[in-house]
């Protein structure tokens, strides 16, 4: 299904569209690129029940190419062509609800937040940083957001206020101190909380003094870095405006140890980087034109010393499933002086199927668009996973997109993908150790290959590798893997 052509429209009166498809601002809205026939269907599979829909006047322009000028009468974007790959990422899909399969909670974050009052308020999965849900709402929605059961309220998570989130990490290092940093029940060494992640949500809807009453609570707990996940660098860049960086600073001035992490979600070029009508990107000296609302904003974070923006994004079909938009993201991210972290594999939410591109093929993308690239412009691609941060190393046997390699029985398989434990949970002991399994072109997920898994670094993996392999020749057990 792919939505008709969407013309030139006047956003001057236009209000943030959002809700079930039965509202009226949202069926208005929907009808400009829907047909009947087409929403009718959406609504009858209930595609809305999954995902509420979600817009804001700029990403609307910027994804129609409708131009769009401030109450002055400033030109924020220019006109330009649509962007396919911006409508992809927050239009509704029929696909969503053809296939409901996936978790309810994608990687069981809820076994990572503490029982009581707490409960889905805040994450505790990695020793050094917890993430808290300081808002529940974004400007707009991306359909493949795996937080989609934060804005249902289906799981139990919810928002933490800011003396909530401080008073747990200054508990928490307390006690570790006490129990001299070590574990009592394990005897391994365990490491404070220094870093929360304030997420949601977007904590960037919050006003400047709701915000800074966050980042307050955070330079109390004593930390030495808060990361903020947004992406409104994306969906409103005019939200970073003079006034923020003065309130920016003020908190710098009271907490001058206190990094600032801004972790954007820019997932294609098309998001900062002005179009000219036929379409191309317009080419600057060493790079290429960026949007003026989107350089400003990153110019005025980066002029501050205390703050630095790092780039994640996961690969999405249709949205940036091309190597060459990918390899363009990280270069002039890069050129920005923002660094790209992570390419991730899409969450395995329910509806994943609609959104996901197999896990081979993401990889063999991803590997492809780091090619050009210098090591400052790279990024890893990763799953984050229940087990922790796996990392995708690589494969044996062809790396194209289209495999259709398909190694079913073990041992017999030729072709193996290698897996590494990138960042372990608290509860395990297991970094850097790895995962082999035979390849599966079919595979989304981790767990499309645990009756795969030659040696498995998650527990057990050494007896389980000799289990499989006994004594047999190296040549024995792959068929002469090059």
């Not at 009226?24 to 929403?39: G, H, K, N």
């Not at 249902?152 to 006690?175: A, F, Q």
């Not at 394990?186 to 490491?191: A, M």
């Not at 996940?229 to 908190?251: H, S, V, W, Y």
């Amino acid at each position: 299904m792919a939505p008709k052509s969407i013309g030139k429209t006047d956003l001057s009166a236009l209000p943030i569209a959002r809700g079930r498809f039965e509202q009226e601002q949202v069926s208005a809205y929907l009808a400009q690129i829907f047909d009947a026939q087409e929403l009718a269907a959406m609504s009858q599979a209930r595609v809305d029940r999954r995902m509420v829909f979600g817009i804001n006047p700029y990403y609307h322009a910027l994804a129609c190419g409708s131009g769009l000028r401030d109450a002055s009468g400033n030109e924020l974007l220019p006109e330009m062509p649509q962007s396919q790959a911006i409508l992809a990422l927050v239009l509704p899909r029929l696909a969503e609800t053809e296939n409901l399969a996936g978790e309810p909670d994608p990687s069981n974050q809820m076994r990572y937040t503490p029982s009581g009052s707490l409960a889905g308020k805040l994450l505790h999965k990695y020793d050094e940083i917890v993430l808290g849900h300081a808002a529940i709402a974004c400007s707009a929605h991306c359909r493949y957001c795996y937080r989609a059961d934060l804005f249902n309220r289906t799981t139990g998570k919810g928002w933490i206020r800011p003396e909530e989130l401080r008073d747990y990490v200054i508990t928490h290092n307390g006690e570790l101190a006490r129990q001299g940093e070590l574990d009592p029940a394990t005897g391994r060494r365990r490491f404070p909380v220094r870093e929360v992640l304030l997420s949601g949500g977007d904590p960037m809807v919050m006003g400047n003094a709701k915000l800074y009453c966050y980042l307050e609570a955070c330079g109390q707990a004593g930390v030495n870095m808060v990361r903020i996940g947004t992406k409104e660098l994306a969906f409103r860049p005019q939200r970073f405006d003079q006034e923020l960086i003065r309130m920016l600073c003020l908190f710098h001035e009271r907490w001058p140890d206190v990094h600032l992490n801004i972790v954007s979600h820019f997932s294609h070029p098309d998001e900062f980087l002005e179009r000219s009508m036929d379409g191309s990107y317009i080419a600057r000296c060493h790079h290429y034109k960026w949007l003026a609302p989107v350089q400003c904003a990153a110019k005025a974070l980066l002029s501050l010393n205390f703050v630095s923006i790092d780039n994640q994004t996961p690969i999405i079909r249709k949205v940036n499933d091309d190597a060459d938009a990918l390899r363009l993201l990280h270069q002039e991210l890069r050129q920005a002086g923002i660094r790209s972290k992570y390419v991730l594999q899409c969450r395995h939410m329910k509806g994943y199927r609609a959104f996901a591109v197999p896990l081979e093929q993401a990889w063999a993308i991803h590997n492809r668009a780091m090619q050009g690239l210098s090591d400052a412009a790279r990024s890893r691609f990763v799953m984050s996973t229940e087990d922790g941060k796996i990392e995708v190393l690589g494969m044996t046997g062809g790396h194209q997109e289209d495999s259709e390699t398909d190694n079913t029985c073990l041992p017999a398989g030729r072709d193996l993908i290698f897996f590494k434990i990138y960042r372990s949970p608290s509860r395990d002991d297991n970094q850097g150790e790895m995962l082999i399994a035979c390849r599966n072109p079919k595979a989304f997920w981790l767990s499309d290959y645990e009756d795969r898994f030659i040696h498995d670094g998650r527990s057990g993996g050494a007896a389980r590798l000799q289990a499989l392999l006994g004594s047999r020749s190296p040549s024995e057990r792959y068929g002469n893997v090059a």
